[in-house]
């Protein structure tokens, strides 16, 4: 059985790489015996493949290998629904953006394109303004290249669960949507204040 309802999920896969590439931390959930290893990890997209890189001391780096199975999971902004924004009468409720995908991984052993990776995925997380360059030079990066894993992950399933009060009126998608944007923007700076006090 399929969940969410069919109108709470996104068949679009366009619209599911640009969640991909506007939020592109991952929550990566491996198995191993029945216990679960979850890292989040940002991951770049790269035609129907992730990539990304891991500390070698983290434990989950023994499973991202030889094309294991593993579930990705993305989010984009969320929030608290009140009844109050809609003209019609409803129940309070959460809208949310997730990419659910599964997938095989492997390990990428060449250091060479471990480095070129991390120049590459800088980059891309650094646009549009790119104040910062990761120099290939850098003997930082050269010093910390044995501590780190690069792995890609062939995309097997792809699930977008895109909960936007679709089943409403028009009018009351609309004030959803508006109230998504608020409540991020919003909630954000006095969410920071309370936690780095």
Known sequence: MNYPPKHHQDDNRQHL???IKAYPLATVISVHNNQPFITHLPLIYDNETL???IDIHNPQTQLLKDNNDVTIIFGGPE???SPSI???TQLPTWNYIKVHLKGKVDAIKDKTALKQSLISMTEFLEAPEHKYV???ENPRLDKNLKYIEMFKISITNWEGKF???QDKKPTDIAAARSELIRSNHAHI???LDRVFK
């Open 17 to 19: 790489i640009e969640v």
């Open 51 to 53: 990539i990304g890189h």
């Open 79 to 81: 929030c608290y629904i």
């Open 86 to 88: 809609y003209s019609t």
């Open 134 to 136: 990761l120099e290939p």
């Open 163 to 165: 909960k936007l009060s």
């Open 189 to 191: 700076e006095q969410f």
